[in-house]
């Protein structure tokens, strides 16, 4: 479990937090938190590098969009697996990301 305070992911809009052998892509839709897994299944890009449209987040080396909320690969279809989820909350001024391991904020 990790947490990001909420006033940076408004103020960033996407933050990375970090744990080994991965990191997580954490960002707000509609002011609800969510997160998946960072590295872009395509390429390895870092999503959090990316751009977040609503839930739509889009990877910054070439463009691949999911769903920020879902994981789901939304444009182009079919040409890599869906992003890896994570279930967070918001508890107060906290985001705070919860998995079998422990995340820190990079």
Do not use: K
């Not at 996407?14 to 960072?38: S, Y």
């Not at 890009?45 to 994981?71: I, K, N, Q, W």
């Amino acid at each position: 479990m990790a947490s990001v305070p909420l006033a940076r992911l408004e103020r960033e809009g996407l933050v990375r937090l970090t744990h080994p052998p991965f990191d997580v892509c954490i960002g707000l839709v509609d002011g609800a938190p969510f997160a998946v897994e960072d590295a872009c299944n395509h390429a390895g890009a870092s999503l959090a590098e990316g751009t977040l449209d609503g839930e739509r987040l889009a990877c910054p080396m070439h463009g691949y969009v999911f769903s920020l909320r879902t994981g789901a690969l939304l444009a182009p279809r079919g040409l890599c697996a869906d992003q890896r989820r994570f279930r967070c909350e918001r508890l107060g001024d906290e985001v705070v990301v919860f998995d079998d391991f422990a995340l820190e904020v990079r």
